[in-house]
């Protein structure tokens, strides 16, 4: 029978032993002590259960320890765990004939890694020698990874460290028609877009071209003449579920094109039907890049990550050899293989849609009762409610308001996370088996955390 350690000694080795960073990010003044998991619940030590909505960071794509994801697993821990990816095995061609299967024409071509931060490197790489060129676009307020390279796609500051990161990475303004220069009301009317399809009168609406412009002065004054790549998410993770105005990256993936560039789609976050109406984000914006990076959810957890590009692509990176010990591993593709299996037989995507736009639209009413809700966006269960100071303002909800909600919140069963520049953003984004039952209990306790908030400061 396996014991956890006491909490006492977890902490003393966590102040000993592991990052110091670990300490800032345990998130929560009483830590949440974990023992296990199962499906959207996690249990703590003490026994206490908790309904997980962010599921490590929108990881846990079909649910914590899910049994198919388990016995797929197992039985191939059983039979072969690893060999250098130049011998020829089952697992990996099962794998990777799966996952092409679900992107269109001409993303055919697969490199398998072990976490996001690796494949954004890896397309980082591929970008600059496909292209001949080096410069690469991202933007401002984005996450795309912590490595030395991706530290410069990635635009916000608490992961920047002051090396020489990120040579030739920069960044254009952030689309964002909520807490952006512009926007308005009229663009955050319909939550349940990809793309803020905002209902402004035909043609009355300039924020895309105002964002695209910014682009057009970061060609202008920035980059020279031919660029690498641009990089975007299709709804902004760690920044805060940003959702851009319609148009913004089919514009920005023209403009791109017409320079050199390549554009890749991080869909780290997004994939594997999280959006819900379509099972890569960058669908539901009408663009198909010419390479899309993925991890976290496609292996429910299990280290793995994935560069799919185009042959064309690939074949200017086959003159060099790139080689990954791990990336492949039969484990690893058994795990994902039945992962993509699971999602089909579970309905998963459906659930997002589902279970994700009546959070949205309950959301948006709780919006219209709270002063401090701001905005409240996203797509299936990839979901920001930004909190704000007052609606006039639109300022950032301060740190410790932030945590105050966030504390009370967990206390009463419910982990959620946070996001945004300025840590002002609640993000939603649950294992994809949760019910409207989990939904309504959510929304009853974000309902009483904010009522308790309110009582006590206004
Ligand atoms: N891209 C996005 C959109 C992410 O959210 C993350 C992780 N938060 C990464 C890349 C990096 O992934 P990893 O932590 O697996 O390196």
């Known amino acids: 029978e396996y014991k956890d350690m006491s909490k006492e000694r977890m902490m003393e080795i966590r102040r000993q032993n592991c990052n110091p960073m670990t300490m800032k990010v345990t998130y929560y003044k009483k830590p949440v002590y974990i023992h296990q998991g199962h ?25 914590h320890c899910h049994p198919k ?23 990996l061609h099962e794998y990777t004939e799966k996952l092409a299967a679900t992107l269109p024409d001409p993303l055919k071509v697969i490199y398998l890694t072990n976490s996001g931060s690796e494949a954004n490197d890896l397309a980082m790489l591929m970008a600059r020698l496909h292209t001949g060129n080096f410069d690469v676009i991202t933007l401002r307020g984005s996450y795309h990874g912590g490595s030395p390279h991706t530290m410069g796609l990635t635009s916000n500051a608490a992961y920047k460290y002051p090396v020489a990161s990120g040579l030739g990475c920069h960044n254009t303004m952030c689309p964002d028609v909520f807490a952006g220069p512009w926007g308005g009301s009229n663009c955050r009317d319909s939550p349940i877009q990809t793309i803020r399809d905002c209902s402004c009168p035909q043609g009355s609406c300039t924020a895309n071209d105002k964002y695209i412009g910014q682009l057009n002065e970061v060609f202008a004054t920035s980059v020279p003449s031919r660029i690498a790549a641009f990089f975007a ?54 663009v198909i890049p010419d390479m ?38 039969p484990v690893a593709c058994a795990i994902a293989s039945s992962v993509l299996d699971t999602m089909e037989e579970d309905g998963t995507q459906q659930i997002s849609h589902n279970v994700g736009t009546y959070l949205l639209t309950e959301l948006a009413k709780m919006r219209d009762k709270y002063e401090i809700i701001g905005d409240v966006r996203g797509k299936g269960l990839q979901i920001g409610v930004e909190m704000v100071k007052d609606k006039a303002s639109r300022k950032p909800l301060p740190p410790a308001a932030m945590s105050e909600i ?15 520049v300025y840590g002002q953003t609640f993000r939603i984004k649950p294992p994809m088996c949760i019910t409207k039952n989990d939904a309504d209990f959510f929304l009853a306790v974000f309902n009483q955390a904010l009522h308790n908030y309110m009582e006590d400061h206004h």
């Open 406 to 420: 966030f504390e009370d919140t967990k206390d009463m069963g419910v982990l959620i996370g946070k996001g945004g």
């Open 69 to 91: 994801v388990t016995a797929a697993a197992e039985k191939q821990l059983r039979k072969l765990w690893h060999t250098t990816n130049i011998y020829v095995y089952s697992p």
């Open 233 to 286: 998410e299709p709804i902004m993770g760690v920044g805060g579920a940003v959702q851009y105005p319609k148009n913004f990256l089919k514009d920005t993936y023209k403009l791109v094109r017409e320079r050199g560039g390549v554009c890749i789609a991080d869909e780290v976050q997004t994939g594997f039907g999280r959006t819900g109406s379509h099972f890569w984000g960058f669908q539901g914006h009408d």
């Open 39 to 63: 499906m959207q619940w996690l249990w703590d030590v003490d026994g206490r259960r908790y309904l997980d909505l962010f599921a490590g960071v929108a990881t846990v794509s079909v649910g």
């Open 292 to 329: 899309v990076t993925m991890a976290k959810g496609i292996a429910n957890g299990f280290p793995m990550g994935a560069v799919v590009t185009t042959p064309e692509v690939a074949a200017s990176f086959a003159k060099g050899v790139h080689f990954n010990t791990f990336g492949g591993n």
